[in-house]
């Protein structure tokens, strides 16, 4: 029997965070590990493009720079195939298929769509690549008829989507596609929040700490991190719960029980932030120092970078090329048997 397919990617707009470390990465290592699944890892460019059209050379760049944290988490090319969603046109042709799937009001309805509107402030400007891009996704995952889709929370919508479009299509064409489900991390919390406290750690928000932070910035943003704003006297009763310094102690910490312990203490009182900030830092910086260090040795070698995703974009394209070969034959668009 074949393996299951595992598919994810990301938009190239940056070098990622702990946000996605959390919330994907770590995820997607931990399944490459186990070698139950056929893996899939996507950058998503085209996706990118479209909220950033006049802008290309950002996503060139972060092209390299996903890449880079990809490797220095450990995926490895050996095991999951990384390539890039612009070097396979047949995603395309799929699109327009969905597209006919889909009503306007549909994709109008899409919770997350909805907020990157209102966060990009499009008001009625809304790019028509950028309203349809679940469609797009939609192609991206059913062309490798993947079934599990580790991301973060914001994507649920996304694979709700996805189904959606599977399921008209299956019916009205009959069984060609596969039904992905959306892999939520259990590991520590679906969403991190960024080091001010706001919901989300983000790039745009500017409250981000990246796997490839040096040491000294990342103990800079630590010790300057939120915490609880009504705790001010060391002796003060603290508040752990939305508090991000336990948050990331949760997602990130080893010590079980000695988390539990500071939490007991800084909820009593007699607990200063600067002594949980210290722990959280040591914490963070023995994660991520390995990280850096393998991200510098790869940064050494940028054709090497290249050649891995040329030869992930290769591989992806024979399968893709093939879902689209049964895609066109069971809407019937084969006329010369080609
Ligand atoms: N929308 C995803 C994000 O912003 C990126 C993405 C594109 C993706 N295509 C995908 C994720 C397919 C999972 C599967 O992070």
Redesign the pocket.
Known sequence: MSKEIM?????PTGKLHLGHYVGSLRTRFEIQETGEYENFI?I?DQ?ALTDNARNPEKIRKSLVEVTLDYLAVGIDPAKTTIFV?SQIPELNELTMHYLNLVTVSRLERNPTIKEEIKLRGFNTSIPAGFLV?PV??TA??TAFK?KK?P??E??LP??EQSREIVRSFNSIYGDILVEPEALISNSGCARLPGVDGKAKMSKSLGNAIYLSDEADVITEKVMSMYTDPNHIKVSDPGEVDNNPVFIYLDAFGKDKKYIEELKEHYKQGGLGDVKVKRYLNDVLQAELEPIRNRRKEFEKDKELIYKILLDGSNKARMTASQTLKEVRDAIGINYFNV
């Open positions: 598919l994810t990617g990301d938009r996507m998503a996706q969603q891009y797009s996704q991206d995952i993947a889709i991301v973060g914001d994507q996304m694979i």
